[in-house]
């Protein structure tokens, strides 16, 4: 059999059909690239960068975190033990003109910022910013804080304090939402057992979540600690 070659005229069709494709192929990357890019943007776009002018008027803006509390058996143990007023907290953002706190509850999720209030004794709250949040809370960390937060909605709540990411509590939310967003630590992490644990509830409280295997050597990090941040200013309380 004799070998078989390509005439110049199919040769010239080959070549301009690998160009086509090569070409489509560019097109394509080109625009995943552009609709990449521009969702980008928009995202961005959602959130705007903390002024001075909401720190002069005590306007709520992105990243501020919220405090509050109420009188469950779980909520005067943390109280007790952290020696605190408050024993639950979230983070603010704004999405289409409204404010939402992210919050870990039983699911982890987010809640209309209104809403989020009424859950507390007397509707009482405090919301606190760092002090350098014009220059740390730029649209691009911001974005972050929300992809780190949006990375557990749904996760159960964790009642025995753990460091892990497969559950978490509310204090643990905040930390790493600014720490894996911001870059920003607030708060010092402690050891359970540096927490006063003495108070019959708290104790009853230790059993019930734990039994005879209380972990005290676990890193935790308590709203009191997050509260007292030298880090943050209060910049409305209600």
């Known amino acids: 059999m004799k070998p078989f070659?390509?005439?110049?005229m199919q040769k010239t069709k080959h070549l301009i059909f690998n160009i086509f494709f090569l070409l489509l192929f560019s097109l394509q990357a080109m625009v995943i690239l552009l609709f990449a890019s521009c969702e980008k943007k928009v995202k961005y776009a959602d959130f705007t960068?903390?002024?001075?002018i909401a720190l002069a008027k005590g306007e709520l803006t992105d990243g501020d975190i919220i405090f509050q509390t109420n009188s469950s058996?779980?909520?005067?143990?943390?109280?007790?033990a952290t020696h605190s007023h408050y024993s639950h907290c979230g983070v603010i953002f704004r999405w289409k003109g409204k404010k939402y706190v992210c919050e870990a509850v039983q699911p982890v999720g987010i809640k209309?910022?209104?809403d989020w209030i009424s859950f507390g004794d007397s509707s009482h709250y405090v919301v606190k910013r760092l002090k350098n949040a014009f220059n740390i809370l730029t649209p691009e960390a911001c974005c972050k804080m929300?992809?780190?937060?949006?990375?557990?909605?749904?996760k159960d709540y964790d009642n025995v304090f753990g460091w892990e990411d497969n559950r978490i509590y509310c204090s643990e939310l905040v930390w790493k939402i600014f720490q894996?967003?911001?870059n920003v630590e607030?708060?010092?992490?402690k050891q359970l057992k540096e927490f006063d644990l003495s108070s019959s509830l708290v104790k009853a409280e230790l059993y019930k979540h734990y039994n005879r295997?209380?972990?005290?050597?676990?890193?935790v990090i308590s709203p009191e600690d997050i509260f007292t941040s030298p880090l943050l200013i209060t910049v409305k309380e209600e």
Request: glycine share 10%; proline share 5%; no cysteine.
């Open 5 to 8: 070659h390509l005439t110049e």
């Open 49 to 52: 960068k903390p002024s001075h």
């Open 73 to 80: 058996d779980f909520s005067n143990a943390i109280k007790l």
């Open 112 to 114: 209309l910022l209104d």
């Open 146 to 154: 929300v992809e780190t937060g949006q990375s557990f909605l749904g």
């Open 180 to 182: 894996r967003g911001a």
């Open 186 to 189: 607030i708060g010092k992490l």
């Open 213 to 219: 295997y209380i972990p005290y050597d676990e890193m």
